[in-house]
């Protein structure tokens, strides 16, 4: 999904980054998948669609505009496109491989991994890649009307926020890079990940492309060759 209104950044999705543009990093590496059957790109903007399908990925529709605001959510996005691929093709995939194009440097095989997870798991209604955050919710607060309350707490015990990061319960953060998702987890449930969600940890640190800081980072460890 890449739409054409991205304010952090003008034109984000095929800005130039290390010489290509953004949304092709995503698609070559859902290129170089050992799984992934069809490479779709649900869009508004006529531009990105055209750089897309220069790199080979498919734009059989174009986002209805209203499916393309800032407060959009992805499951009515997928929904028009599952809804689509079906009325016109008479096609579902078994599951949908959500990736977000701001994670350039994601692996193919987390790609891999993600959707063998899923296939071996009948439980399972999704995976999403996860990660520790840099600072836990257990020491973050919310503004109580007039004073501070601690996000979280841990029954019995008091002032947990003041404990060492070591003795807190871990917590995961949802990074985005690969999501899957069964095609009952999104069309019945009316999902994006379903109830029970298996965790693919990432390792080190993710970079998602959200601000012009975020840019300019990538663009220093792609000139100094710290990530390719």
């Given amino acids: 999904?890449?739409?054409?209104?991205?304010?952090?950044?003008?034109?984000?999705?095929?800005?130039?980054?290390?010489?290509?543009?953004?949304?092709?990093?995503?698609?070559?590496?859902?290129?170089?998948?050992?799984?992934?059957?069809?490479?779709?790109?649900?869009?508004?903007?006529?531009?990105?669609?055209?750089?897309?399908?220069?790199y080979g990925c498919e734009v059989p529709f174009m986002r209805p505009a209203e499916l393309a605001q800032d407060n959009t959510l992805d499951l009515p996005v997928v929904e028009h496109a599952l809804n689509?691929?079906?009325?016109n093709e008479n096609w579902q995939p078994d599951f949908i491989v959500h990736l977000r194009p701001t994670h350039p440097f994601r692996k193919t095989?987390?790609?891999?991994?993600?959707?063998?997870?899923?296939?071996?798991?009948?439980?399972?209604?999704?995976?999403?890649?996860?990660?520790?955050?840099?600072?836990t919710p257990y020491k973050m607060f919310h503004a109580n009307e007039k004073f501070l309350k601690p996000t979280l707490t841990i029954a019995g015990q008091k002032e947990t926020f003041s404990w060492p990061r070591q003795k807190l319960p871990a917590t995961y953060n949802h990074y985005g890079q690969v999501d899957v998702a069964r095609y009952e987890t999104v069309m019945t449930k009316k999902s994006m990940c379903g109830e029970n969600i298996l965790p693919l940890f990432l390792e080190g640190e993710v970079i998602d492309i959200d601000s012009l800081l975020d840019w300019e980072f990538a663009e220093f460890l792609i000139s100094k060759g710290l990530i390719s």
């Fill in 1 to 54: 999904m890449a739409r054409g209104g991205s304010k952090s950044i003008p034109r984000k999705n095929i800005k130039l980054l290390g010489g290509k543009p953004l949304i092709a990093h995503t698609i070559e590496k859902a290129q170089a998948s050992k799984y992934i059957s069809r490479l779709i790109l649900s869009t508004d903007d006529a531009e990105i669609a055209i750089v897309a399908q220069r």
């Fill in 84 to 87: 689509w691929l079906k009325e």
């Fill in 109 to 135: 095989s987390d790609i891999d991994k993600g959707i063998e997870m899923l296939a071996a798991d009948k439980e399972a209604d999704s995976v999403w890649t996860v990660g520790k955050p840099p600072v």
